[in-house]
């Protein structure tokens, strides 16, 4: 038995074989809803926000038996403002702006606590109960997955957060007021932070049931809360798993200095996501009272988010975790999916690289789905893989977890059956790779996106995709170059491009995308089912259809593997702009999305420079010819030779 272990009061025959055992039946949870006490007041009563907590827990713990606890912080939970929802209008053209004098030293964010808690409005303690029963209700955003660690010995904890219905304060995304409150439910699962039955009669109530170890769990917004949370350093929290999650929000709504929202999602902003999980509108005489104070919490997001320019900001350092890793104490299992265009890769892989820098301990599964939960997916074995990376962190269970080699797993494009394992990703074997660009002359394209299929009318993304991969329409407004690869080649990591070019306006938008090209069913990021009810969590729990990606029923000719964009006003970095002289040469130089894909042999690999992407940018109504200078366009694409088994 572990230390873990023994300081515990432990569910009998919960641990055999190495592992928690689904014994415990799910249908005798017991269900608790709890007001944890935040450190901070953003609704300005005076008093410090509380915050609604869910609770389902084994039944075994009212016997004095205790449990590790499985949180997910959602702002959705509580269902949101549809109505509230409404996109940025991208149809206009980017703003020209004069030489900015911003120093770095100006755009970063200083953490003072002190500003935004209050413990001197802490509420006084009329008394205690031992439980806070109520019946259960539906909880937006959560999955039945949580059904299978219920039936093996932990509790799970949800919470939707400052502004949602029936909790306090205000939803202010990615700040540190939100990061703070949802830290203190785990520090009231820790014994270190108050807990009330209700919002006005002041009994306190303690989480005795806990053994105080929490993970945290959830994708996109939940799994981005991960990541926050863990760069408080709070106490207790041994493990998060961040699935799909955004680790730099400049990154997840810009790219050097562009409105970059995620795909599918045009004109999408943080302030929108705010008002959209602000709940508590929902109610509206609750809200009657703090509606003058968010309306002007709002503004200060629209000035801070910064549309106009698109530039790097403290507004955006605050919610840049990657500044705070070195504040983590938890182990990380990231899971991430190579075709999500909704958070992208370059989310998990910058915060994959900041953590191993820092030697903290880390898995790394990514998936060929887009913005998915994997745990129904045939083949992955990653409930296994968690199964056994909780129970080691939460339970102590010596079960190998630390001895295994590999820490990355990578599901390959060609065969979903197939999974690359290795300690690490994009670094082992790497070689970089320059693609070869055939001419020597300055090529001129005029961007203009009424000279191309895209019909602003119809959104119709597909035919302009078609028609700049493909068409000969596209040389009026792209330069397309291709090279076929002698072998199989794994792109790994970041593809960086640069090349010299003249704009006849103060600015211009540049996109690139690399571009796979070949007739191939290939891999969809949609998926079937493979079995049905194939998957059942545990004793009387929900059962699970086991999915699997679809394949094309048709061979398609391309397949775009990943895109970047750049503002030419930023040209040197993503902080401040800089004029430009119009007709005259610049370099340029920026990043696109990390991928890892593998290009089949006798596959071509294309590469498109272009500018207003209508899926990605915003869409000026302007015409701007670019020219480029070819001799100057240099490509690097990292790669490794790999060998997929028939």
């Known amino acids: ?23 415990l039946d799910y249908k005798e949870c017991l269900f608790e809803k709890v007001y944890v006490e935040t450190p901070v007041d953003t609704d300005g009563d005076g008093k410090l926000d509380l915050i609604a907590v869910y609770i389902r827990r084994p039944k075994e713990t009212l016997n004095g038996y205790q449990v590790p606890a499985i949180y997910v912080a959602d702002p959705y939970i509580m269902t949101c403002n549809e109505d509230w929802y409404v996109p940025y209008d991208v149809d206009k053209n980017i703003e020209v702006f004069s030489e900015q004098q911003i120093k770095k030293a100006q755009i970063v964010y200083h953490e003072d606590v002190k500003k935004v808690t209050n413990p001197e409005q802490k509420r006084g303690t009329k008394g205690f109960a031992k439980t806070s029963f109520t019946e259960e209700i539906p909880l937006d955003c959560i999955t ?10 932990y509790a799970s904890v949800f919470c939707g957060g400052l502004g949602t219905r029936g909790s306090e304060g205000l939803t202010i995304s990615g700040s540190k007021e939100e990061l ?32 105080g170890n929490v993970a945290m769990s959830g994708k996109s917004y939940l799994g981005t809360l991960c990541i926050g949370v863990a760069t408080t350093g709070v106490k207790g929290l041994k493990t998060i798993i961040p699935e799909a999650a955004i ?28 008002k959209y999980c602000c709940s508590r509108a929902l109610d509206e005489a609750d809200y009657a009272t703090v509606k003058e104070r968010y309306e002007k ?44 265009w909704n958070v992208k890769m370059n989310q998990c892989i910058p915060f994959w690289n900041a953590i191993t820098a820092k030697n903290i301990p880390r898995r790394m599964m990514l998936h060929q789905g887009a913005h998915i939960y994997i745990h129904d997916l045939e083949g992955a074995g990653f409930n296994d893989l968690l199964h056994e990376w909780i129970d080691y962190w939460l339970y102590g269970i010596e079960n190998g977890t630390e001895e295994t080699e590999s820490q990355v797993w990578v599901q ?31 090529k001129t394209w005029v961007d203009d996106l009424s000279l191309t299929a895209f019909d602003r009318t119809e959104n119709n993304e597909k035919a302009w995709r078609d028609e700049i991969t493909l068409g000969e329409e596209a040389q009026r407004y792209s330069l397309k170059y291709l090279w076929e690869p002698h072998d199989e080649l794994r792109i790994c990591g970041t593809v960086n491009v640069s090349f010299e070019a003249a704009i006849d306006k103060p600015t211009a938008i540049f996109s690139v995308m690399l571009v796979d090209y070949g007739e191939e069913k290939r891999l969809l990021e949609t998926q079937e089912v493979a079995h049905k009810d194939g998957i059942i969590w545990g004793k009387n729990t929900p059962v699970a259809d086991e999915l699997r990606f679809t394949e094309e029923k048709e061979p398609s000719l391309y397949r775009i593997i990943t895109r970047g964009w750049m503002n030419a006003q930023n040209r040197t970095c993503i902080w401040k702009k800089e004029t430009i002289e119009e007709g005259k ?14 290009v089949k042999q ?8 272009y500018g207003i992407d209508p899926e990605a940018t915003e869409r000026p109504l302007l015409s701007t010819t670019i020219t480029v200078d070819e001799k100057t366009i240099q490509v690097k694409i990292p790669c490794t030779k790999i060998k997929i088994e028939k």
């Not at 790219?255 to 795909?263: A, R, S």
């Not at 006798?602 to 420079?609: A, T």
């Open 1 to 23: 038995m572990t230390e873990v272990q023994k300081k515990v009061k432990q569910i009998p025959n919960l641990i055999e074989n190495g592992k928690t055992q689904p014994i």
């Open 297 to 340: 919490i709002l503004e200060s997001m629209e000035s801070g988010q910064d549309r106009a320019s698109g530039n790097y900001n403290r507004f955006w350092d605050e919610r840049n975790y990657l500044n705070k890793v070195n504040q983590i104490k938890a182990s990380v299992f990231i899971v991430h999916g190579l075709n999500d």
């Open 144 to 153: 039945d997955w949580y059904s299978y660690f219920n039936s093996r010995g």
């Open 412 to 442: 390959s494009n060609l065969n979903q059956e197939k999974w690359h394992q290795s300690v690490d990703w994009g670094q082992n074997e790497i070689q970089i790779l320059s693609f070869p660009i055939q001419g020597n002359d300055k």
């Open 585 to 598: 040469f610049y370099s340029y130089s920026f990043d696109t999305v990390p991928m890892d894909y593998t």
């Open 602 to 609: 006798g596959h071509k690999l294309g590469l498109i420079l």
């Open 247 to 274: 680790s730099n929000w400049y990154a997840y709504d810009r790219y050097y200095g562009l409105n970059v929202p995620p795909l599918g999602w045009q004109g999408d902003d943080i302030t929108l996501l705010s």
């Open 180 to 211: 703070l409150a949802f830290k203190a439910v785990i520090d009231w699962l820790n014994g270190s932070c108050r807990a009330f039955t209700n919002k006005t009669d002041n009994i306190e109530i303690k989480a005795d049931w806990c053994t």
